[in-house]
């Protein structure tokens, strides 16, 4: 039976993902800043552990409460929503800790293990940012594209020992929090100073106004048939907009 890892299990696209493999018959390590038991369904295959991304001792305490693992699927990620001159320079750090270096920290003390074994597969879940110039999104662009390149420099690094290392690419989700997180809680103006606040204001009525979003089984299922895939791609776009995103590239 194979395991897998994945961070950031407490909501949106994580926990979903950790159904959908659950569902597979897969071992499913999930894990959470704070563990909850009441966010996925009590089984002998799921275990519900504590790893935050940006504190090493949680990520080696998560591993060793882990064992061997097949697949690593690195979901955790700090939404930010804003114009850039009006962004702080503590948010900004804040979405790199978690969004790249967080990512870079948990693979780092997973590959040993893989390349031990001459097998294992990371899935770094990115964003449809990276596929388009979005507005309002600068830094969390930059701290995933961070990683889009990591991935694919590491893939590399990886081949010889049998180890594979993809992203996946979600669209835009309307049934997560996402929007909510990305302002940190706080009002969103408050990260768009005003000179900026019309053009702002016209650019989420667009977005909002679209006609295809990204549902949370698009992403499990883009995930699972990343793990999956064996003909070497290495990203993987996922829900309607960011398929059509990718193919307008």
């Known amino acids: 039976m194979r395991t897998v890892l994945i961070t950031g299990v407490s909501s949106g696209y994580g926990r979903e993902t950790a159904r959908y493999f659950h569902a597979q018959g897969w071992n499913v390590i999930a894990t959470m800043r704070t563990p909850r038991t009441d966010v996925?369904?009590?089984?002998d295959r799921l275990q519900v552990v504590e790893l935050d991304v940006t504190k090493p001792?949680?990520?080696?305490?998560?591993l060793e409460a882990a064992g061997p693992l097949d697949v690593l699927v690195n979901n955790a990620g700090v939404p930010l929503i804003g114009v850039f001159e009006g962004t702080p320079m503590d948010r900004v750090r804040e979405v790199f800790e978690t969004n790249t270096f967080g990512v870079m920290a948990v693979t780092q003390a997973v590959l040993p293990g893989f390349r031990e074994r001459g097998s294992g597969v990371v899935v770094n879940v990115t964003s449809s940012v990276v596929l388009g110039h979005m507005p309002l999104s600068a830094v969390y662009k930059a701290s995933k594209m961070a990683v889009e390149g990591f991935t694919a420099s590491l893939a590399l690094e990886l081949a010889p020992f049998g180890v594979q290392a993809k992203t996946v690419e979600p669209g835009a989700c309307l049934t997560t929090n996402?929007?909510?997180r990305a302002t940190g809680?706080?009002?969103?103006?408050e990260l768009i100073p005003a000179p900026y606040a019309p053009?702002?204001?016209k650019v989420m009525g667009d977005f909002t106004s679209q006609d295809v979003f990204t549902k949370e089984s698009d992403v499990a299922e883009t995930v699972w048939r990343a793990v999956h895939d064996t003909t070497g791609q290495l990203r993987f776009p996922a829900g309607p907009d960011?398929?059509?995103?990718?193919?307008?590239?």
Not at 40 to 43: A, R
Not at 57 to 62: D, H, L, N, P, R
Not at 242 to 249: E, G
């Open 40 to 43: 996925l369904p009590p089984s």
């Open 57 to 62: 001792e949680t990520v080696t305490a998560a």
């Open 178 to 180: 996402f929007a909510a």
């Open 185 to 189: 809680g706080g009002a969103l103006d």
């Open 199 to 201: 053009w702002a204001e």
């Open 242 to 249: 960011a398929v059509r995103l990718a193919q307008a590239r």
